[in-house]
């Protein structure tokens, strides 16, 4: 996945690649037109920074970067952050490890925000019934994700996906899309 950032530049995640092919966090930045120049951002370890990410990235306002993936940690994935300190570097941090069922657990997609600064998710596992849910993380509370009592009756998809829609702001999801 890709996300574009107001300067110009691009990131995204890879499932593989990186220093230990687990998985990389990328920056693209405009070099001349239709041409880009690289930078890994953070290369995954595997074990408890998590490995494995195909997801989006979601901006906080303090200019962090967050994201999942779907394997590592405790086993079910994890949220990650990347702070950027000096000399274009980035710190990685791991705010959550999901522990699966009754937690949430492979987190495909991502995290949407909602703008109050709050980032919405879901999970292909986890939750009451170990079918997925949808949890809540508050990244300037550092705090541990909050499930919000909305479980999965089937689960159709490996990839389930959050979307807020415009104006109602009302979050919208689908286990096929």
């Known amino acids: 996945m890709i996300h574009a950032f ?9 499932y593989y690649d990186g220093a230990y092919n687990l998985g ?3 920056q693209l930045f405009p070099r001349q037109p239709g041409e880009w120049n690289k930078r890994v951002l953070y290369s995954f370890q595997g074990g408890s920074d998590g490995q494995n990410s195909i997801s989006n990235l979601v ?7 967050y994201g999942t993936t779907s394997e590592g940690g405790l086993g079910s994935g994890v949220i990650f952050e990347l702070t950027p300190i000096a000399n274009a570097r980035w710190s990685e941090s791991v705010p959550h490890r999901f522990q699966g069922p009754p937690d949430a657990g492979f987190a495909y997609n991502g995290m949407v925000a909602d703008g109050s600064g709050n980032f919405y998710g879901a999970t292909v596992h986890g939750g009451v019934d170990g079918e997925g849910t949808i949890y809540q993380f508050t990244p300037n ?7 919000l009592g909305i479980q999965a009756t089937k689960r159709y998809s490996a990839l389930p996906a959050l979307r807020f829609r ?11 899309c």
Do not use: E, I, M, W
């Open 6 to 14: 107001t300067s110009g530049h691009l990131f995204g995640t890879t």
């Open 24 to 26: 990389a966090v990328y």
């Open 59 to 65: 901006f906080d306002a303090a200019g962090n970067l």
């Open 141 to 147: 509370q550092k705090s541990r994700d909050s499930l």
């Open 166 to 176: 415009h104006p109602a702001k009302s979050l919208t999801g689908c286990s096929v």
